[in-house]
């Protein structure tokens, strides 16, 4: 049972890193810093955009547009740190005491 809360622990924690990747990526699309037209930016946007859009997509369903400030990301991301944390306390326990 630990090993697969560490497992899905660890699958939570890749997930805030690409929300992270993906949130870096559109800033330095937007300010210009690098080429959207390059192939290999293009397969990493478009990765990253596969991954992260379908939970933005729920997630700006229920928040109200802010313009252009996009807070789908963070939500998302303290969504995912709440979820961690929860099963740890309440499935930690028993999986701890199965040692």
């Known amino acids: 049972m ?11 924690e890749i997930y805030i890193w690409i ?3 993906s949130a ?3 800033w330095l699309l937007a300010f ?9 930016v293009y397969m990493i946007g ?3 955009h596969r991954l992260t859009e379908p939970a933005y997509r729920r997630i700006r369903r229920f928040i109200p547009s802010m313009g252009g ?6 939500i998302l991301i303290l969504g995912l740190m709440f979820l961690r944390n929860l099963l740890w306390e309440t499935l930690g326990p ?6």
């Open 94 to 99: 028993m999986a701890a005491g199965a040692y």
């Open 2 to 12: 630990y090993a697969v809360l560490t497992l899905v622990s660890q699958i939570i």
């Open 24 to 26: 870096v990526l559109s």
């Open 32 to 40: 210009g810093v690098i080429n959207p037209r390059n192939r290999f």
């Open 69 to 74: 400030l996009d807070l789908a990301p963070l």
């Open 19 to 21: 929300i992270i990747a």
């Open 46 to 48: 478009d990765g990253l």
